[in-house]
């Protein structure tokens, strides 16, 4: 504040008289700055259900048109589409896999081009969201062979691992060990004892990366029943289910470039068959995620580019 009464004084001895504005606006100005801090977050009271649980599986590399309406090879997921909510308008945020992953937890690419194994992050993301509110989190990662394991191995890769690639989740042991093999969640799931987060990501086959959209939707139809039958689901849980970039440039809102997907929101109590076309992205997937819980979203998650998926669960 020092600072600021500072530049103030001097400032206004060469206007040689005071102008009637806003304090604050005032001292930007004064002193060469107008970027004012930000207000602070508030997410709309009541605009999402507080889901009991939310589950995020992220497929790979497919559009929106080799999905929805491809009944020979993706039935299961065509079934899944019709039965509940369908975002028509869902765009990715870049291209290759990393730079999705990581804005769909830290709201944000942090500059991240390519998919690689060295390039680390120090910035909040929504593990400090969620533990900041109180919240319950996993990450299940199908072929990783420990908990918290850093690099590739067999058909898992690291690049489809966001959560490893923050600092203060991947040098915090007990942050770390929530980073598991996908062997877990079927024990999980029966006892009970999925957290309030559950995030999910196949093997480079199963996710379609490196397999068939049939693999793929082979696989959904025996991981997901699973889920959809837990009372984490039934009790007021929501399944997001949404690939990492499609097959071309296209985007929309202020951020997305990376392809126009599927997003399907599975829940109890969302609206029944329905189809949005309103645009949405990564940022939104994740600020719904947020808003739901009255959390603070990092990143763009936060800006009014990125809208929440309200209309899903209109009248819930």
Known sequence: MRYWMRCWRARSRQLGALVVVPLVVLLAAACGNTTLPPAAYTPTPGALPAFSHVFVIVMENRGYDDIIGNTSDAPYINQLANTYGLATQYYTVAHPSLPNYLALIGGNTFGVRSDCNDCFVNAPNLVDTLEAGHKTWRAYMEGMPSPCFVGDADTYRQKHNPFIYFDDVRTNPQRCQNIVPLDGLGPDLTRGAVPDFTWITPNMCHDMHDCSTRDGDQW????????????????????????????DDNGCCAYASGGRVPLLVIAPGG????????????????????DAWGLTP??????????????FFAGH
């Open 271 to 290: 609206r029944a068959g329905y189809r949005s076309a309103t645009p949405y992205d990564h940022y939104s997937l994740l600020r719904t995620i947020t």
């Open 220 to 247: 959904l139809s025996q991981q997901v029943p699973p889920i959809l039958a837990s009372a984490a689901w039934k009790q007021g849980g929501v399944l997001f289910l949404v690939w990492d970039e499609g097959t």
């Open 298 to 311: 990092p990143g763009h998650a936060a800006e009014p580019a990125s809208p929440p998926l309200t209309d």
